[in-house]
């Protein structure tokens, strides 16, 4: 993990860049997040039926990976996806993925 | 020259007209002419009169998307806006090779209505995703798929007329045909 990592993990992104709550094909919440730490924060807002969609396409990962560019977290997206984690168990699940990146950014 | 409020005011002959063109823009002006009784020269001026005030926008094809062997889904977006930018994100919107059509409307709240054509949902997700959602402004988006097509047509002049005042208009032509002679 490098310096450049870190500093994507912490920064706030433009809205280009920033990600974008749908529940469906086209339907967006309204809801987004410009940052990792905003990310954690709308995790546990937004509907759990936008959580499932996201994850089951993949969203989160490419996300991280794309624009965040954090392997690491990315990975971690990725194993949560093969889970089928669904529900309230999903919304906790990548929180605490999430949140955990954010805490320990250079780990 | 008459006009209202601006408006090229038109009468029966020129609806006519539209009417007969709008079926089919390729008749001649002699077709139209012996259609409604009347000199292919009226036909001209009138149509030429019509072009000029721009009533007569432009002759296109209208072309069948399954027929030319382009798959394609059709999308009506609906994208509720901060009523200070509704008219830019619509201006955004008009700009993008996706929509085919943006209309502004005030419900509840105010509302840019548009057409999205896609390849795929995938694709159309992705445009509104990445070109709709972070335009400022746009608070949330509700799009649906459209499955079936059950009607389409482009604006006809005839289109909102009850039947009485199509059949006054009929009349309206018919007795000046009689007058004439």
């Known amino acids: ?32 997040a410009l940052s ?11 509907s759990v039926k936008s959580l499932e969609f996201h994850l089951c396409r993949g969203d989160f990962e490419k996300w991280v990976s794309d624009v965040l560019q954090d392997n690491d977290l990315a990975s971690e ?19 605490l993925v999430a949140s955990r990146r954010l805490r320990n950014p250079t780990v | 020259m008459k006009f209202r409020n601006d408006v090229l005011a038109l ?53 069948d998307p399954e027929k030319a062997g382009a798959k394609r889904i059709v999308a009506l977006m609906t994208v509720y806006t901060d009523p ?33 054509v896609a390849e795929d949902q995938e694709r159309l997700h992705a445009f509104i995703a990445n070109s709709v959602a972070p335009l400022s402004g746009v608070l949330r988006i509700r799009t649906s798929v459209i499955t079936k097509k059950f009607k389409e047509t482009s604006f006809s002049i005839f289109n909102g007329l009850t039947k009485s005042t199509l059949k006054k208009q009929t009349r309206n032509i018919g007795e000046r045909k009689k007058n004439e002679r």
Do not use: W
């Open chain 1, 77 to 95: 997206m990725r194993k949560l996806q093969k889970l089928n984690l669904t529900g309230d168990d999903l919304r906790s699940q990548l929180s």
């Open chain 1, 36 to 46: 990792l730490k905003e990310f954690v924060e709308k995790i546990g807002e937004v």
């Open chain 2, 84 to 116: 200070k930018d509704s008219e830019t994100v619509a201006e955004k919107l008009c700009k993008a090779p996706e929509v085919l059509e943006v209309y502004t409307s005030i419900s509840e709240e105010l509302l840019v209505m548009a057409k999205v």
């Open chain 2, 11 to 63: 009468d029966d002959v020129d609806l006519r007209i539209l009417g007969v063109l709008q079926e089919d823009a390729r008749r001649t002006y002699t077709d139209i002419g012996k259609h409604l009784g009347m000199a292919h020269s009226t036909i001209y001026d009138r149509i030429k009169r019509l072009e000029k005030y721009g009533v007569i926008r432009k002759y296109t094809t209208i072309v």
């Open chain 1, 1 to 32: 993990m490098n310096v450049e990592t870190n500093s994507k993990i912490l920064t706030t992104l433009t809205r280009e860049k920033a990600f974008y709550f749908f529940t469906s094909i086209g339907n967006y919440t309204g809801m987004n």
